[in-house]
């Protein structure tokens, strides 16, 4: 049988198998991460302006440049969705790991390059899961959901998304922790949570914690689920706290939510059962 090759499936229900899944929700989470992350090039944010200080790009210079990068995150977010092919997905994991390691290059810390996994974690796993040809017509070919999942690849989606959702719950734990970030202390003070800085430290090493739960034991009961939904009302912060129009904040980190959903699906599939079989054959 064919698998399901619609631009859109509801991937909760159980009439699509795990391949389908796979397949839409790697081309979503890149989807919400470059368009969420473009919009703010469109409107010319001004929090990107240290990112262009880095390279020594005047503030003049860096608005007008702004736009063009984010119409260009935007573009190549949709043809990922429609069209998804290696040559985009290479430049979109090269993308997503330079414009993450800005925010240390601009001294904000290297908690927010681990914290942005979630952007960079997708598009990797998606690109290694379909491997990287020799002829350009390959790179240039529309994938379509995998037929099957070797066990090379069932022990990629396994891992990548484990340390992806490591790294960016341990990297927003460090945010609170090590830093005091303020953003945080202002989305948590206008629910009325009250933070000072020990509450919010307290409040990261919680998140550590859970990083490290993900990381060895993510078959916990309820913990990939817990996650993608914490994940989703905390970032639903900004809107609820700033303005409407921060939404894309929230649209940005599709990653974050999309990363905990593949990995309860694979758990669920007959994909780790196999693994743990050969993996038990191998020890033997």
């Known amino acids: 049988m064919s698998a ?6 509801n991937p909760f229900s159980s009439r699509y198998t795990f391949e389908e ?20 090039g469109i409107i010319t944010k001004k929090g990107w302006l240290p990112f262009f200080k880095v390279f020594f790009i005047n503030e003049s210079v860096a608005y007008n ?7 260009m995150d935007i573009l190549i977010g949709l043809i990922l969705f429609v069209y998804p092919n290696r040559a985009l ?7 997503t790991v ?31 899961l379909y ?33 992806s959702l490591f790294s960016l719950l341990a990297g927003h734990g460090g945010l609170a922790v090590f830093m005091q970030h303020p953003i945080l202390l202002k989305n948590l003070n206008g629910i009325g949570l009250n933070m000072g800085v020990e509450s919010l430290q307290i409040f990261g090493l919680i998140e550590i914690l859970l990083a490290l739960l993900v990381l060895f034991r993510p078959r916990i009961p309820g913990l990939l689920i817990f996650i993608c939904l914490y994940k989703l009302s905390f970032e639903l912060l900004f809107p609820i706290v700033g303005k409407p129009v921060d939404v894309f904040e929230t649209i940005e980190r599709m990653g974050d939510y999309v990363l905990p959903m593949i990995l309860f699906e694979y758990y669920r599939s007959k ?4 693994a743990r079989k050969q993996a038990l054959a191998t020890k033997a």
């Open 4 to 9: 399901n090759n619609s631009l859109f499936i």
């Open 21 to 40: 899944k796979l397949f839409f929700w790697l081309r979503f989470g890149v989807l919400g991460c470059f368009v969420g992350h473009g919009f703010w």
């Open 65 to 71: 440049f702004m736009p063009l990068i984010g119409g």
């Open 89 to 95: 997905l290479l430049w979109a994991s090269f993308w």
């Open 98 to 128: 330079f414009t993450a390691l800005l925010r240390p290059s601009a001294s904000m810390g290297m908690s927010e390059f681990f914290e942005r996994a979630g952007n960079y974690g997708v598009p990797i796993l998606f690109l290694l």
């Open 131 to 163: 491997g990287l040809p020799r002829t350009t017509e390959m790179w240039l070919a529309r994938l379509k959901p995998l037929t099957s999942v070797s066990f090379e690849q069932s022990y990629m989606v396994e891992w990548i998304t484990r340390l």
């Open 271 to 274: 994909y780790y059962i196999l």
